[in-house]
């Protein structure tokens, strides 16, 4: 992987930008955190630990196979697994949770790491950050088709800003702070992937130039460390478990570790199932379809919070619940066919 000729500047602000757009889709739709970008908690634990997640867990997968479906959700399901040790949130949710096993909240493992943190934190931002801030579709095009069709065009991220806008509705204390938020994200994403393109101008960097060469992955990856360090001991200490909880979240670990490195070895032989018929988000287009999407999210967002606060509630309870099911359905489809994809790889021809 070739990443030396690309001026250090290009890669930072592709880096930041990659941290920026990974904090909104993970904290501020989710109403975790409306004001990343305007608070010192957000700036300098929550963006730096979005980034180093990403930045480290996409360079592994270009570095040891290719970014297919498989890669990135085993991937992202890595990533959700930081709830456990330095949130505690898998073993002593804030707000308690329903149903233990070993410790472990099970519906908070379900929604964060099978669904949110695999989906929301990991792969929406990457294909935000392909679609809108590059000129090529290296992360579509390892997607099966019908996602290839969906987010190609605008259909797919219109869908996505509509039911960002009805979950944020969920936490949002009034609409006015969902105003608020939507174009507080908007002036600061915009304005830091205008600088981006900028920058860019005509080059063609891909993906792959851009990422970080092996000693900036060291340094990296050391910073993940110490973040983990620092946020295992400090947050929440009294919140860790006895050790089954441990041994269930190392057996989580060990699975999602295990899945990770076979569909690394599988998307090694795989071509990319490309059904990109033509290059429909062209570079004068993708500008307007990142502004269209977020204002569109921002609306939604604030017509939820004022015309649907009667059924918060009930948004909230479909919204947690149903995003389970895709959780559970990524689990199930990719795990299968990362399995029959090794069952293949090892079957003489």
């Not at 898998?90 to 909240?105: F, Q, R």
């Amino acid at each position: 992987m070739q990443t030396t000729k690309t001026p250090l500047k290009l890669k930072l602000l592709f880096w930041l930008n990659l941290g920026l757009i990974s904090t909104f889709f993970a904290e501020v739709i989710s109403g975790s955190d409306m004001f990343p970008y305007f608070n010192s908690w957000g700036i300098f634990v929550v963006i730096p630990l979005y980034l180093l997640h990403s930045l480290v867990l996409i360079t592994i997968i270009y570095r040891k196979g290719r970014p297919t479906l498989a890669t990135l959700y085993f991937a992202g399901t890595l990533f959700g697994l930081y709830e456990a040790y330095l949130t505690k949130v898998l073993w002593n949710p804030d707000w308690g949770a329903a149903i233990k096993i070993g410790e472990v909240a099970v519906f908070e493992v379900i929604v964060l790491v099978l669904f949110w943190h695999a989906w929301m934190s990991f792969i929406f931002p990457l294909l935000a950050m392909d679609t809108w801030l590059t000129k090529t579709n290296e992360i579509l095009s390892g997607f099966p088709a019908r996602l290839q069709r969906l987010f190609h065009g605008r259909r797919g991220w219109v869908i996505l800003a509509i039911l960002s806008g009805l979950f944020i509705s969920i936490n949002a204390p009034s609409a006015e702070k969902a105003l608020l938020s939507g174009l507080g994200s908007i002036a600061v994403l915009g304005t830091f992937g205008f600088i981006f393109r900028r920058t860019l101008r005509n080059h063609n960097y891909t993906i792959t130039d851009l990422l970080p060469n092996k000693n900036q992955l060291r340094l990296l990856i050391g910073s993940l460390g110490l973040m983990y360090l620092v946020l295992g001991v400090g947050l929440r200490p009294d919140m860790f478990p006895p050790f089954s909880g441990h041994f269930v979240i190392w057996i989580l670990y060990g699975f999602c570790t295990w899945m990770f490195i076979l569909a690394l070895r599988a998307s090694k032989s795989q071509t990319s199932d490309t059904h990109l018929q033509d290059e429909a988000v062209s570079k004068s287009v993708r500008p307007t379809l990142w502004l269209g999407a977020m204002v569109t999210f921002t609306l939604v967002a604030v017509l939820a919070e004022v015309f649907l606060v009667a059924i918060e509630g009930i948004i909230g309870a479909i919204g947690w619940f149903g995003i389970s099911v895709p959780g559970i359905l990524s689990l199930v489809i990719l795990t299968r066919q990362v399995l029959r994809n090794r069952k293949n790889l090892n079957t003489p021809t």
